[in-house]
């Protein structure tokens, strides 16, 4: 048994009350439970949440609520904790659950189909623990980043690093893209996923998306980029 679950917390300060920001006519929310109603290796949906207004859209879908414990509300959690609970939660009550597809609440970037390569991926690879989406890096190469200290930039790390100018020579990097973290349930429990994914299990399978198509919404900014992956705006939703 294949489910989804969507992590959304109530409480978010970047954009008050983000998971349920109005975005083309739905609560944000409702994007990453109707992908993964659309997905069609997908048994059950679930949304892991501390808030009224997001349980109602959960609802109102067709969807169940996970309501997160006390300990687990508020913006200072671990998030890998949340997922833990979600996890446990649901193999407590169903346990023909083998693989969890992990949403996050705050993105419309993903859809079914996406939901569907990543369980067709893990299904077929018994070698593999967890699929991830992810983008690749180019000026925002980490042997590029910086940090500011005592007033000045400098170097992220090793200050005394020499770095190219040219990205093309360095070796190839990839962030996670906000779309999908699809994993066997029993990796929550051995924490051996690469940092900070822990609950992902040791072998990870990348799938490389168009970074523009991996995007959370954090910003008004974020939100246009959004609005235009929803319109379908030339090339933005190519894998």
């Known amino acids: 048994m294949n489910v989804a679950i969507v992590t959304a917390r109530a409480g978010s300060k970047s954009i008050l009350d983000k998971n349920v920001f109005v975005v083309r006519g739905k609560p944000l929310v409702a994007y990453p439970l109707q992908a993964?109603?659309?997905?069609?290796?997908?048994?059950?949906?679930?949304?892991?949440?501390?808030g009224e207004s997001i349980a109602r859209v959960t609802e109102e879908l067709?969807?169940?609520?996970?309501?997160?414990?006390?300990e687990l509300c508020g913006d200072h959690v671990n998030h890998g904790d949340v997922i833990k609970h979600a996890t446990?939660?649901?193999?407590?009550?169903?346990?023909?659950l083998e693989n969890v597809v992990l949403l996050l609440g705050n993105t419309v970037m993903v859809d079914g189909a996406l939901i569907d390569a990543s369980l067709e991926i893990l299904g077929g690879r018994a070698d593999l623990d967890s699929v991830m989406s992810v983008w690749e890096a180019a000026d925002d190469h980490p042997l590029r980043s910086l940090q500011i200290k005592d007033g000045?930039?400098?170097?992220?790390?090793?200050?005394?690093?020499?770095?190219?100018t040219e990205r093309q020579s360095y070796p190839k990097a990839y962030y996670?893209?906000?779309?999908?973290w699809t994993f066997r349930k029993g990796c929550v429990q051995r924490r051996e996923g690469p940092n900070p994914w822990w609950w992902m299990g040791r072998n990870v399978f990348p799938i490389v998306r168009n970074w523009v198509t991996g995007r959370d919404i954090h910003t008004k900014l974020d939100i246009a980029f959004s609005e235009a992956w929803l319109e379908g705006y030339p090339g933005i939703r190519e894998l």
């Open 36 to 50: 993964a109603l659309d997905a069609k290796r997908v048994s059950r949906v679930f949304c892991s949440t501390d």
């Open 88 to 96: 446990e939660w649901v193999d407590a009550r169903y346990p023909e």
């Open 62 to 70: 067709g969807c169940e609520v996970i309501w997160r414990p006390e």
């Open 152 to 164: 000045l930039v400098k170097p992220y790390g090793d200050e005394n690093r020499q770095v190219s």
């Open 176 to 180: 996670y893209d906000q779309g999908v």
